[in-house]
């Protein structure tokens, strides 16, 4: 039951500013789509409001202080529910699915950071301006075993080496 943290990365680490992502790419949207589809995702709520909408074809599950205060997809089209921690989101996307998405932001990440068996990013050949980053992709705890060059980015596989 892999737990998979999924990104858009640039060079120096950065995801973004807090409020947006510094780099779009439409082939990385359209591959982001195509993974995700059917899996629940965890993602924060800023990271949330910053896509502006409830992504269809799968649960989205949103960790934030206040669950009762997130609206709720009623359309028929999305999932979501809202809980108050990582460990509520994890327990749920389980009970829902073999294989879970991490979303982001930068907090949850680094929540999720030790939960993670997989990291699946699109590595962006620029640095940007930010102060949201990923945490460390230590190559003594992570194997790089997927590479696929796009040009100005890299969509990159990571497993994690055998826990201790």
């Known amino acids: 039951m892999p737990v ?36 629940p995702m965890i993602m924060g709520r800023a990271t949330h409001d910053a896509i502006g909408r409830w992504l269809p074809g799968r649960t989205t599950i949103i960790v934030t202080r206040t669950p009762q205060a ?37 907090q949850v990440y680094a929540q999720a950071w030790d939960e993670l068996d997989e990291l699946d990013l699109t590595e962006v050949h620029a640095d940007a301006e930010g102060s949201v980053v990923l945490p460390e992709v230590d190559p003594a705890v992570w194997e790089e075993y997927r590479r696929e060059p796009r040009g100005a980015f890299d969509f990159v596989g990571y497993r994690r080496r055998a826990r201790s």
């Open 70 to 106: 997130v609206e709720l997809p009623t359309d028929g089209r999305a999932d979501g529910r809202a809980v108050a921690s990582l460990d509520e989101a994890l327990a749920l996307a389980r009970s829902l699915d073999d294989t879970v998405y991490v979303a982001g932001g930068g």
């Open 4 to 39: 998979i943290a999924i990104a858009i990365v640039a060079a120096n680490g950065v995801l973004g500013d807090g409020e947006k992502q510094p780099f779009e790419f439409p082939e990385d949207w359209a591959r982001y789509k195509r993974v995700t589809l059917g899996h």
